[in-house]
């Protein structure tokens, strides 16, 4: 059975920083793309970062580059999402994605997309407040 877990959430005042990881067990990580999306109240689901399995190459939202890393240690079949220099607008539950398919068009715009990946993890709260 495959699971993803996020952890790592929590509340930190704004300038702050955390680190999300994902866990992945029942499916060998290296073999997939990772994207983490992030959905605040109110609003829709949002792709923010992606990193290939290939290549490891990484791609992010506007609204996070500069701030957040995308990263992965296959060996612990984890991905990470490091995040800095938080703001109030970060506040959102964070879910980490999989997918092992590589598809035309991935990395320009369907990384965004949440019906190209498979497997979901159950979300992780990041609350950013003073």
């Known amino acids: 059975q495959v699971h993803l877990v996020e952890s790592g959430g929590g509340l930190v005042q704004p300038g702050g920083s955390l680190r999300l990881s994902c866990v992945a067990s029942?499916?060998?990580?290296?073999?997939?793309?990772i994207g983490w999306f992030r959905q605040a109240p109110g609003k829709e689901r949002e792709g923010i970062s992606y990193?290939?399995?290939?290549?490891?190459?990484?791609g992010y939202a506007d609204s996070v580059k500069g701030r957040f890393t995308i990263s992965r240690d296959n060996a612990k079949n984890t991905g990470y999402l490091q995040m800095n220099s938080l703001e109030p607008e970060d506040t959102a539950v964070y879910y980490c994605a999989a997918t092992i398919y590589h598809r035309p068009g991935f990395a320009r715009a369907g990384w965004k997309r949440q019906d190209w990946f498979e497997h979901w993890g159950q979300g992780t709260q990041v609350t950013v407040s003073s």
């Open positions: 990193i290939k399995n290939s290549d490891e190459s990484t």
């Open positions: 029942g499916l060998p990580l290296d073999y997939y793309a």
